[in-house]
């Protein structure tokens, strides 16, 4: 009962930000101009565009499918691929990404596969992929002080924070993870205060899931002390997996037959929007993307902002979404045959 009320909240929620989105950003404007422009746009840099965002959620699988086979599981690269997609579906259309990987430990049960080895591999996924998104957020603070002030001088205090909340995310992940012993002190000590203050109902269940929490914690500290190559491989990974979905903005930019802006210009102000909204409690940062893609890239577009942004957020999140819903049907339909053959194997 309790899921179906969350999965009808999340679907309202999507609903009224996808709303409040469309008005703010087409109010007032031509659309048939903008309908114009968007035709005008050359298709041969676009279809490419989607191959990115293909690989982009490739790349995950590719990784879920390399740290299985480090526990002995083999599993066939395209039952990974489903995860995968399962995983982005429901990150896309929940706030802060919060759904993606419960579903996908959910259908890794269905290939047998521990909780405790799900649990562990994906969140070495997150801790690495916000990782990255760290790294390169830091790097363009430290070397890229004249492309800040040039592109970014009136959006930089949403910069400044989605980049700080980025960096206390992934400190946070990084002490639960290597010093177990003062996370669950730290957690414990916020729990009596929660509790304190009535936020938080007194129980038991709220302990149980503290020690199961520590546990993966634990366990993840020991992957990573084990498997050190490993860790390196799947960061390496994830940065050309981020990049990759970075660079479809440069072929939005390529297909108007715009030049004047560097190919890493363009890559890294599609990085800092990514920063900036990767912590916020958005669907898949909707509305705030939309908008600061307008103010970041338009001395980038110039007149082609608008058409631009809707090409570039349209592929690189909106096709996003509907590739993984499609195997996401697919994993649905999938399990759904094999659960029926299986059933009908033990009857006869």
């Known amino acids: 009962m309790q899921t179906k009320k969350k999965v009808i909240g999340n679907t309202i929620l999507l609903a009224v930000v996808f709303g409040l989105t469309i008005y703010g950003v087409f109010h007032g404007e031509d659309l048939g101009a903008l309908k114009?422009?968007?035709?005008?746009?050359?298709?041969?840099?676009?279809?490419?565009?989607?191959?990115?965002?293909?690989?982009?959620?490739?790349g995950e699988s590719i990784i879920i499918w390399y740290m299985m086979r480090t526990f002995q599981i083999h599993l066939k690269k395209w039952i990974c691929?489903?995860?995968?997609?399962?995983?982005?579906?429901?990150?896309?259309?929940?706030p802060s990404a919060t759904g993606g990987q419960p579903m996908q430990i959910y259908y890794m049960k269905k290939e047998k596969i521990p909780i405790p080895v799900s649990t562990v591999i994906l969140m070495i996924i997150t801790i690495t992929y916000k990782l990255v998104l760290v790294v390169i957020g830091v790097g363009i603070l430290i070397f890229g002080r004249g492309f800040l002030h040039h592109y970014l001088k009136e959006i930089l205090p949403v910069y400044?924070?989605?980049?700080?909340?980025?960096?206390?995310?992934?400190?946070?992940?990084?002490?639960?993870?290597?010093?177990?012993?003062?996370?669950?002190?730290?957690?414990?000590?916020?729990?009596?205060?929660?509790?304190?203050?009535?936020?938080?109902?007194?129980?038991?269940?709220?302990?149980?899931?503290?020690?199961?929490?520590?546990?993966?914690?634990?366990?993840?500290?020991?992957?990573?002390?084990?498997?050190?190559?490993?860790?390196?491989?799947?960061?390496?990974?994830?940065?050309?997996?981020?990049?990759?979905?970075?660079?479809v903005t440069w072929l939005v930019y390529c297909s108007f037959g715009r030049n004047g802006t560097s190919m890493w210009d363009v890559i890294f102000l599609q990085a800092v929007i990514s920063v900036s909204v990767d912590m916020l409690p958005l669907p898949g940062g909707m509305g705030i993307s939309e908008t600061l893609f307008l103010q970041i890239f338009a001395a980038v577009f110039g007149e082609l902002t608008l058409p631009a942004m809707v090409i570039s957020r349209g592929m690189a999140y909106y096709s996003q979404i509907v590739i993984s819903a499609l195997f996401t049907l697919t994993a649905q339909i999938y399990y759904m045959f094999r659960k029926e053959k299986a059933q009908k194997l033990s009857t006869s």
């Open 160 to 247: 400044y924070l989605g980049l700080g909340l980025n960096v206390f995310c992934v400190t946070f992940m990084t002490v639960l993870v290597f010093h177990p012993l003062m996370a669950e002190k730290i957690i414990i000590a916020g729990t009596h205060f929660l509790e304190k203050m009535h936020l938080m109902k007194h129980g038991e269940a709220h302990r149980e899931k503290l020690q199961t929490s520590m546990e993966t914690y634990r366990e993840t500290a020991a992957y990573l002390r084990g498997h050190k190559r490993v860790i390196v491989n799947v960061i390496l990974i994830t940065f050309v997996q981020r990049m990759a979905l970075f660079a």
């Open 81 to 94: 691929f489903l995860f995968s997609s399962v995983g982005f579906f429901f990150s896309c259309i929940t």
């Open 36 to 58: 114009e422009s968007i035709m005008h746009a050359d298709i041969r840099w676009l279809i490419p565009g989607i191959g990115l965002v293909t690989f982009f959620i490739w």
